[in-house]
């Protein structure tokens, strides 16, 4: 093992807990080494990994089954380059002319392409690391609108009817049949286009008590459902509007 890899027994279990894998170990004694990822010299690695590999169990270290995996895999792949080669094949190729290494090596890319990405990653700012949110509780009150008593409302209903009494002997009005959700419809539509609308607007004098009566519920069954809000100002007039 190369002394500038020499890492002392008591801290070989801490050393170990750094690295995330085999692969992660491996990757480590490459980049240490400024060694080619593509051109592992696997004699070398091997024996640098196993040494690593025998002094923790010599210090009695727990190791994960996946580094002792890795280890029988390097022992394969140096077994495999050792062994007698074809004519011709690279020093490197096993006695098939295949380079017993490139599976490996292909592994390594692809997690240190992973583990490039995951650094990437921790960079940017994070909840709770970099910066905690802060809940801020604003509590907006609603402005109080005078309720309308049931005084005023009959009030208003005796309003409309003397209007509509005056309204039906200027004009000839026929019976006919009326329905309050009819009335609802359109004084839903009447708020949408007006806002906030003065009570006595949506009623259509000329159309006759029956038009005034129907209306009238419509508009009470509209509050009671809470589709529609009736208020009252500081100068008593009363005015209907969404909720």
């Known amino acids: 093992m190369p002394t500038d890899l020499y890492i002392p027994p008591e801290a070989l279990q801490v050393f170990l807990e750094m690295f995330e894998g085999p692969l992660d170990l491996l990757l480590y004694l490459i980049r240490k080494q400024n060694l080619d990822i593509l051109q592992i010299p696997i004699t070398k690695i091997t024996d ?49 002319g295949e380079d017993p290494r490139q599976e490996l090596i292909q592994r390594l890319l692809e997690y240190e392409k992973i583990k490039l990405a995951a650094i990437n990653l921790n960079t940017m700012p994070q909840a709770y690391r970099d910066y905690l949110w802060v809940d801020i509780l604003i509590e907006e009150s609603e402005p109080e609108l005078p309720e309308i008593k049931p005084a005023d409302l009959q009030k208003a209903w005796h309003t409309l009817l003397l209007r509509s009494i005056k309204a039906q002997n200027e004009h000839h009005i026929k019976r006919q049949e009326l329905s309050v959700r009819e009335h609802m419809s359109q004084i839903l539509r009447t708020l949408r286009e007006l ?28 509050g009671k459902e809470g589709m529609v809000s009736i208020v009252q100002d500081s100068e008593q007039n009363i005015f209907v509007e969404l909720v």
Do not use: C, W
């Open 195 to 222: 806002g906030k609308t003065n009570f006595f607007d949506l009623f259509e004098l000329q159309l006759g008590t029956q038009h005034i009566v129907v209306n009238f519920i419509a508009i009470l069954e509209l």
């Open 48 to 96: 640098q990994y196993i040494n690593y590999i025998n002094t923790m169990q010599v210090l009695n270290i727990e190791l994960a089954g996946e580094y002792l995996l890795m280890a029988a895999v390097l022992l394969e792949i140096k077994s495999r380059i050792l062994l007698p080669k074809l004519p011709n094949a690279s020093n490197d190729a096993d006695e098939d």
